[in-house]
Nanobody
Framework: QLVESGGGLVQAGGSLRLSCAAS???????????MGWFRQGLEKEREFVAG????????NYADSVKGRFTISRDRATNTVYLQMTSLKLEDTAVYYC?????????????????WGQGTQVTVSS
């Protein structure tokens, strides 16, 4: 089970850090999987935000968040983070973490096998 936390209301230009914890027996299985963050705004399709491979050595980002967001992971605690800075109004969305089917991350949602329930991020002016 993947559980996101850390969402909330923040002013434009502010920062938030999202966490995604893998609990229970499932936590052991994602330590060797790529992980990703996706988001879905109101009346928009789910889009890739950031991904990280199994050991954290490779990361990739959507162009819209490059330089502002940072994905990281702690394999010891089976937790993945998304540090978001310089937030913009258009970053408002429900953010989901997901475990990839392989050791590396991917930009396509179809490459992810398990998803969290999402956490709302709202950026206000």
């Amino acid at each position: 089970q993947l559980v996101e936390s850390g969402g909330g209301l923040v002013q434009a230009g502010g920062s938030l850090r999202l966490s995604c914890a893998a609990s229970g027996r499932y936590g052991r299985t994602i330590s060797n999987n790529g992980m990703g963050w996706f988001r879905q705004g109101l009346e928009k399709e789910r889009e890739f935000v950031a991904g990280i491979n199994w050991n954290g050595g490779d990361r990739n980002y959507a162009d819209s968040v490059k330089g502002r967001f940072t994905i990281s992971r702690d394999r010891a605690t089976n937790t993945v983070y998304l540090q978001m800075t310089s937030l913009k109004l258009e970053d408002t969305a429900v953010y989901y973490c997901a475990a990839a089917r392989r050791a590396y991350s991917a930009t396509s949602a179809g490459e992810y096998t398990s998803w969290g329930q999402g956490t709302q991020v709202t950026v206000s002016s």
